[in-house]
């Protein structure tokens, strides 16, 4: 019976392969890719905008604030990680998707309350990369612009051309059918982020040792209320930090996802647990180098995208090619995130209509230099209206840092902290009251109100950035 279960099977995709415990596709899954989905899900836009937060909350409370959600994230990324399989973290029923993992450990309605905060903020994220995917595209071109035609020149540049760039990429990427068929991408976009998180820091140390400052101040405090900014302005301003630095810390979304493609041997949730362990100890040193460096070079007048305080001037050619890996980076992340939100919608239009063709059927297309590629033509359609509604609302909400702080502040708190946590009580039965059960909650409680000040930070932000805001003007 067992050398039956290791024959080789005919499976969806007609290709023949050997199928995991549960039925399904092989996973080929390691260290390595883990660590390279996690580095890319997790350095992304929110890198940038670091020496922002940090110069709103100063030297004393900007490194606290990242170090307290570096711990809390691969803290509550632990529990996450032994919940993909329940009962038995090891050999017990796989959970596919952050809802099946909730749907197995509390069930009730925090599965639906789970999946809303799930999907809406990979919908956030998508619409967020674009915005800043579009950012950087745009700072080559004026780059450029001010190297050919002076720096007294116009160069101005509308976001809307790179943002459709962006959007018919992301369209052809959308095809690749699955999560697991996401390796090299996120590798390539993890190289990236490297690169040009590596550049903004070489910079930013050029610019302190350089003499370069000019009268950038700097302070404990951070931004200084009658000089810098109201009092006002002050509290909201340092709401909104703190919302960017739990943005810049995402990815308990998409971690059952990405613990999915993982080989079942060795166990799942021990290489889980090894892959978060080196992808937020690698984000949060250059989180805090890049963060306190920026700031250093900046001071409280750091730009929200810190490679953009360096100017389009001189070294051109190094912000240009910084700006874009960030680009590519981007591409590489969204994919990251839509994917789940691909497969979880397919699966679900499947169940509710499994004799429909046009939802079921898959049409072979001979590639040239690939061979056969399985086309579904509702694939095709729901994931390029998909791609187009997100860079829509990204063309109307074009305000990067009030955004990344409402996305970090909203997905926060129930997704790295509430569900893992709860899940993690029910699991191992704590009992009420318990110094365990008393310390958990607390934390639970702590983080629920940093998130509701962040998110009132950043809807005040928002507000703020659409009163200013002039559409279909160039910059």
Known sequence: MDNKKKTLEVVDDGFRKNLDDDGREKRTGTLLTASAHIITAVIGSGVLSLAWAIAQLGWVAGPAV?????????????????????????????????????????????????????????VGVTIGYTITASISMVAVNKSNCFHEEGHAASCKQSNYPYMI????????????????????????????????SSIG??????????????????????????????GQEKVWRTFQAIGDIAFAYAYSTVLIEIQDTLKSYPPENKVMKKASLAGVSTTTIFYVLCGCLGYAAFGNDAPGN???????????????????????????????????LFGFFEIKCRQQWPDSKFITAEHILNVPFYGEYYVNMFRLVWRTGYVILTALIAMIFPFFNSFLGLIGAGSFYPLTVYFPIEMYIARAKIQRFSLTWVWLKILSWVCLVVSLVAAIGSVQGLLTDVKKYKPFQTE
């Open 165 to 196: 760039i962006f959007a018919a990429i992301q369209i052809i990427l959308s095809q690749i059918p699955n999560f697991h068929k996401l390796s090299w991408l996120s590798i390539l976009a993890a190289v990236m982020s490297f690169a040009y």
């Open 201 to 230: 820091l070489g910079l930013s140390i050029a610019k302190v040792l350089g003499g370069g400052r000019g009268d950038v101040r700097t302070t404990l405090t951070g931004v200084e209320v009658g000089i810098d900014v109201s």
């Open 306 to 340: 810190f490679l953009t305080g360096f100017g389009f001037y001189e070294p051109f050619w190094l912000i240009d090619f910084a700006n874009v890996c960030i680009a590519v980076h981007l591409i590489g992340a969204y994919q990251v995130f839509c994917q789940p």
């Open 66 to 122: 990242l170090m307290a959600f570096s711990f809390i994230t691969y803290f509550t990324s632990t529990l996450l990680a032994d919940a993909y399989r329940s009962p038995d973290p090891v050999s017990g029923k796989r959970n596919y998707t952050y809802m099946d993992v909730v749907r197995a450990n509390l069930g009730g309605n925090k599965v639906q309350l789970c999946g809303i905060a799930q999907y809406l903020n990979l």
